[in-house]
């Protein structure tokens, strides 16, 4: 049980590059996540999704797109990389309106 | 909106000392609670969680929490702080019932000393 996974661990990218965050959690959880992490912001949400076929936009949603066709898979997608986009970014899951498991983030600069 | 507050960004104790972290909300009726604890590089990990019942709730690594609906709080408390528990916290709320979004609070970090 590999729990929530995430990769990559790290990543650079140009401006205006294109990446897709890939995130999967074997705990069959209906609800996954996406949070970033940036000095004195704590964690804010991005984009949410209640299982297949539902997403929804959290608190800072610009700049990104989600999907998600299977239970396991949220990969979260930067269409046009800015550096105000620079942070780690957390995806995690539930069973509901339960804990959330955390995977161990993966850390974007953008030049 | 649903709002998390956690007034302290950083808190220094010395090991052994007692250790109170506070966390307010601002949320029509009384919502999910969590505290969360973040080590350097690493995800975060549940330290404990009210949902109902029992104001005072255990937690793991000798952590406790007591809801206060009059004050809207929810404090992270230690008898005795181990050298260990140097790292970042996190409050966070869940709508209930709602759309299982989850509002973190900006985090304390905790230095322990010796």
């Known amino acids: 049980n590999a729990g929530v996974t995430q990769t990559p661990k790290f990543q650079v990218l140009k401006t205006g590059q294109s990446m897709t965050l890939q995130c999967a959690q074997d705990m069959n959880h209906e609800y996954m996540s996406w949070y970033r992490q940036d000095p004195g912001m704590g964690l804010r949400l991005i984009h949410y999704s209640v299982g297949a076929g539902i997403t929804d936009q959290g608190e800072v949603p610009n700049g990104y797109n989600v999907s998600r066709s299977t239970t396991e898979d949220f990969p979260l997608r930067l269409l046009s990389a800015a550096p105000s986009q620079t942070s780690v970014y957390f995806c995690a899951s539930s069973a509901g309106y339960d804990e959330q498991f955390f995977g161990p983030g993966t850390r974007l600069t953008v030049l | 909106a649903q709002s998390v507050t956690q007034p302290d960004i950083h808190i220094t104790v010395s090991e052994g000392a007692s250790l109170e972290l506070r966390c307010n909300y601002s949320?029509?009726?009384?919502?999910?609670l969590f505290w969360y604890v973040q080590s350097p590089g690493q995800g975060l990990q549940l330290l404990l969680k009210?949902?109902?019942?029992?104001?005072l709730v255990q937690g793991i690594k000798g952590f406790e929490a007591e809801f206060k609906r009059s004050q809207s709080s929810f404090n992270l408390r230690k008898p005795s702080v181990h050298w260990s528990d140097a790292a970042e916290y996190f409050c966070?709320?869940?709508?209930?019932?709602?759309?299982?979004?989850?509002?973190f609070g900006t985090g304390t970090r905790l230095k322990v000393l010796a």
């Open positions: 966070a709320v869940g709508e209930r019932p709602g759309t299982y979004k989850y509002i």
């Open positions: 949320y029509g009726a009384t919502p999910y």
């Open positions: 009210y949902f109902s019942g029992d104001t």
